[in-house]
T-cell receptor
Framework: GAVVSQHPSWVICKSGTSVKIECRSL??????MFWYRQFPKQSLMLMAT?????????EQGVEKDKFLINHASLTLSTLTVTSAHPEDSSFYIC???????????FGAGSRLTVL | GESVGLHLPTLSVQEGDNSIINCAYSNSASDYFIWYKQESGKGPQFIIDIRSNMDKRQGQRVTVLLNKTVKHLSLQIAATQPGDSAVYFCADYSGYSTLTFGKGTMLLVSP
């Protein structure tokens, strides 16, 4: 079946630094990848939709200059949290779909803690 | 799905009981619905889906019921096991929209 891998699964960084999270589709090419953020005891909130070779589409209220998304290939999308602050601490989850008729496959998530 | 709340509703059941988890959605144009299971510290895992032209779909130990009139979705888990303990989310699609997650329900199964 389709597998989506995220790396790192857990990262701690100092306030003001930038952190990059990778999302890879291991056995399929993903035309579209999605990035979600999940705070404790809350649901997943879509941050942005990433299409290979084009600019990401951000949801309302998500700062595109703070959360940089790059989808340079059909198997890799990256989310960079720039100048991270403690309030950015969260569980970041990506998902990928082969095409619009396909069910989304989710990664295992990346837990970011900003000190 | 509904707007996000700050606290997850919890359903506690005994092992072997049947569990029913409910979800309300708000978009009347939604035509595809999915139930996901999320264990602690992991990403969502697909359980079962249903399209709007159906009102019931069964899988292994799970059944999804869809009532479009009242915009309500439920997940029934038969003979619940401790391994079923997790947070369950419904999610819906409408046409060209992206997947929207409901608030989630925590299922706790006691041995």
């Amino acid at each position: 079946g389709a597998v989506v891998s995220q790396h790192p699964s857990w990262v701690i960084c100092k306030s003001g630094t930038s952190v990059k999270i990778e999302c890879r589709s291991l056995d399929f090419q993903a035309t579209t990848m999605f990035w979600y953020r999940q705070f404790p005891k809350q649901s997943l909130m879509l941050m942005a939709t990433s299409n290979e070779g084009s600019k990401a589409t951000y949801e309302q209220g998500v700062e595109k200059d703070k959360f940089l998304i790059n989808h340079a290939s059909l198997t890799l999308s990256t989310l960079t949290v720039t100048s991270a602050h403690p309030e950015d601490s969260s569980f970041y989850i990506c998902s990928a779909e082969k095409d619009s008729s396909d069910v989304l496959t989710f990664g295992a998530g990346s837990r970011l803690t900003v000190l | 799905g509904e707007s996000v709340g700050l606290h997850l509703p919890t359903l506690s059941v005994q092992e072997g009981d049947n569990s029913i988890i409910n979800c309300a959605y708000s978009n009347s144009a939604s035509d595809y619905f999915i139930w996901y299971k999320q264990e602690s510290g992991k990403g969502p895992q697909f359980i079962i889906d249903i399209r709007s032209n159906m009102d019931k779909r069964q899988g292994q130990r799970v059944t999804v019921l869809l009532n479009k009139t009242v915009k309500h979705l439920s997940l029934q888990i038969a003979a619940t096991q401790p391994g079923d303990s997790a947070v369950y989310f419904c999610a819906d699609y409408s046409g060209y929209s992206t997947l929207t997650f409901g608030k989630g329900t925590m299922l706790l199964v006691s041995p």
